[in-house]
C-alpha cells in the first residue's frame, strides 16, 4: 500500500470527527450570538414600542428647548414639588431643579429613566432629582405643588378628571403642546408647538365642586348655617 494512502486512512477519520465539532461548536457560538442580539434588541427596543399598544398611545417625543423654556417661565415664580409626567429622558426635571425644585419623573421606559438618572448625576442635580419607573395612572399626584406633562390630546380628558380630584388646591398644572379640554388656563407662554398653558387648581377644583350644572356640590355646602 503507497505510503500516502496509509497516512490518509489512519488520519481522516479522527481528523473528520475533529472538523465536525469545531463546526458545530461554532454554530453554537453563531446562534447564541444572534439569539442574544435579538433578544437584547428586544429588551431595548420593546420600552420604547410599549406605549403605543396601551389605551393611550403616549409616545416619547422629547419637548424642545423652547418647549423647556416656556415651562420655567410660567413656573419662575413657583417653588417646592415638580412632577413631569411622562418624564422621557429627564430634561424637563433636570432643567426644573436647576431651577430649585424638587423634580420628579414619573416614566414607563426603564431605559429612559436610567439615562434620566444617569444625565442628573453628570448635571449635578441627583440630590434634587428622582425618576420613577411607573404608569402614570396607578400613581397619586396628591403630594405635587406643580405638576408639567406633554400628553397626546386623547388622554387629556382623563387626566384632567384625575388631577383635579388628586391635587391640592395650591398646585399649579402646564400642559405643554396640547392643553386640557375643559378647564380654563391662566396664563399661556409660547407659540405653536411650543405653546404651554398654565392652570390654577384653585380654579379647577372649584368647578369641580360646583359641578356641571354650576351648583356647589351637596357635601361642599357649609353646614355650619344655622338653621331657621
Ligand atoms: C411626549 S413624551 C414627553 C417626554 C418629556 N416629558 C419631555 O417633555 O421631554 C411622553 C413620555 O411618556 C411616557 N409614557 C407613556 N405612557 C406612559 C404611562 N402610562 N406612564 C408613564 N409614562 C408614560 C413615554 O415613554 C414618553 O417618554
Same mark, same amino acid.
Given at each position: 500500500?503507497?505510503?500516502?494512502?496509509?497516512?490518509?486512512?489512519?488520519?481522516?477519520?479522527?481528523?473528520?470527527?475533529?472538523?465536525?465539532?469545531?463546526?458545530?461548536?461554532?454554530?453554537?457560538?453563531?446562534?447564541?450570538?444572534?439569539?442574544?442580539?435579538?433578544?437584547?434588541?428586544?429588551?431595548?427596543?420593546?420600552?420604547?414600542?410599549?406605549?403605543? !399598544?396601551?389605551?393611550? %398611545? !403616549?409616545?416619547?417625543?422629547?419637548?424642545?428647548?423652547?418647549?423647556?423654556?416656556?415651562?420655567?417661565?410660567?413656573?419662575?415664580?413657583?417653588?417646592?414639588?415638580? #412632577?413631569?409626567?411622562?418624564?422621557?429622558?429627564?430634561?424637563?426635571?433636570?432643567?426644573?431643579?436647576?431651577?430649585? /425644585?424638587?423634580?420628579?419623573? !414619573?416614566?414607563?421606559?426603564?431605559?429612559?429613566? %436610567?439615562?434620566?438618572?444617569?444625565?442628573?448625576?453628570?448635571?449635578?442635580?441627583?440630590?434634587?432629582?428622582?425618576?420613577?419607573? %411607573?404608569? !402614570?395612572?396607578?400613581?397619586? /399626584?396628591?403630594?405635587?405643588?406643580?405638576? #408639567?406633562?406633554?400628553?397626546?390630546?386623547?388622554?387629556?380628558?382623563?387626566?384632567?378628571?384625575?388631577?383635579?380630584?388628586?391635587?391640592?388646591?395650591?398646585?399649579?398644572?402646564?400642559? %405643554?403642546? /396640547?392643553? /386640557?379640554?375643559?378647564?380654563?388656563?391662566?396664563?399661556?407662554?409660547?407659540?405653536?408647538?411650543?405653546?404651554?398653558?398654565?392652570?390654577?387648581?384653585?380654579?379647577?377644583?372649584?368647578?369641580?365642586?360646583?359641578?356641571?350644572?354650576?351648583?356647589?356640590?351637596?357635601?361642599?355646602?357649609?353646614?355650619?348655617?344655622?338653621?331657621?
Amino acid at each position: 500500500m503507497p505510503q500516502e494512502d496509509i497516512f490518509a486512512d489512519s488520519v481522516q477519520p479522527n481528523g473528520g470527527v475533529k472538523e465536525k465539532g469545531a463546526r458545530s461548536r461554532l454554530g453554537l457560538v453563531v446562534t447564541g450570538v444572534v439569539g442574544g442580539t435579538l433578544v437584547a434588541l428586544y429588551a431595548v427596543a420593546a420600552p420604547f414600542v410599549a406605549p403605543a !399598544l396601551r389605551k393611550f %398611545c !403616549l409616545p416619547f417625543v422629547p419637548a424642545t428647548t423652547a418647549q423647556v423654556d416656556n415651562v420655567l417661565t410660567v413656573l419662575r415664580r413657583r417653588s417646592g414639588t415638580l #412632577v413631569d409626567i411622562g418624564s422621557g429622558d429627564g430634561r424637563i426635571v433636570i432643567a426644573a431643579a436647576k431651577q430649585g /425644585f424638587q423634580a420628579s419623573g !414619573l416614566e414607563l421606559n426603564p431605559w429612559l429613566v %436610567c439615562y434620566s438618572r444617569y444625565r442628573a448625576w453628570r448635571e449635578g442635580v441627583h440630590r434634587s432629582t428622582s425618576f420613577h419607573i %411607573c404608569d !402614570l395612572w396607578k400613581v397619586s /399626584f396628591a403630594q405635587y405643588s406643580n405638576v #408639567v406633562i406633554f400628553g397626546v390630546p386623547q388622554m387629556m380628558d382623563q387626566l384632567e378628571h384625575k388631577l383635579a380630584s388628586e391635587l391640592p388646591s395650591t398646585a399649579k398644572v402646564v400642559a %405643554c403642546r /396640547f392643553p /386640557f379640554p375643559t378647564w380654563v388656563p391662566e396664563n399661556t407662554a409660547g407659540e405653536g408647538i411650543d405653546t404651554v398653558w398654565v392652570y390654577d387648581a384653585r380654579t379647577f377644583n372649584s368647578n369641580l365642586q360646583r359641578g356641571p350644572t354650576g351648583k356647589t356640590a351637596p357635601e361642599e355646602r357649609d353646614t355650619t348655617e344655622p338653621h331657621t
